[in-house]
């Protein structure tokens, strides 16, 4: 990580996270949150909660923000991250309104 220049992060996330989940493809603020899951949670579970979700921005914030929770009630130890998570979602839900 070390050697990770700005330019390489970005290439990064825009060839692996956000053409892999489809985001360029998207409206605003979908793409965002699309994106946000692709980092956080895997490109795969991104489509999943995409397609889950019939492309409605609110289904799909709540299809995540159970994911987390459902998450952590299988694998208690992961509590330690939930706070995090959680506050993770409430931008994204401040930022699409």
Not at 42 to 60: E, I, M, N, P
Request: net charge positive; glycine share 8%; hydrophobic share 40%.
């Amino acid at each position: 990580m070390k050697d990770l220049t700005p330019n390489k992060r970005n290439a990064v996330y825009f060839d692996d996270y956000w053409q892999a989940a489809g985001c360029q493809s998207i409206a605003w603020p979908l793409c965002l949150v699309q994106f946000d899951t692709a980092v956080n949670c895997g490109v795969q579970r991104a489509k999943g909660f995409l397609a889950a979700s019939g492309g409605d921005v609110h289904a799909y914030l709540k299809k995540r923000r159970s994911y987390y929770l459902s998450l952590v009630a299988i694998r208690p130890g992961l509590k330690v991250f939930l706070k995090g998570w959680l506050n993770r979602m409430d931008l994204l839900e401040r930022e699409v309104g």
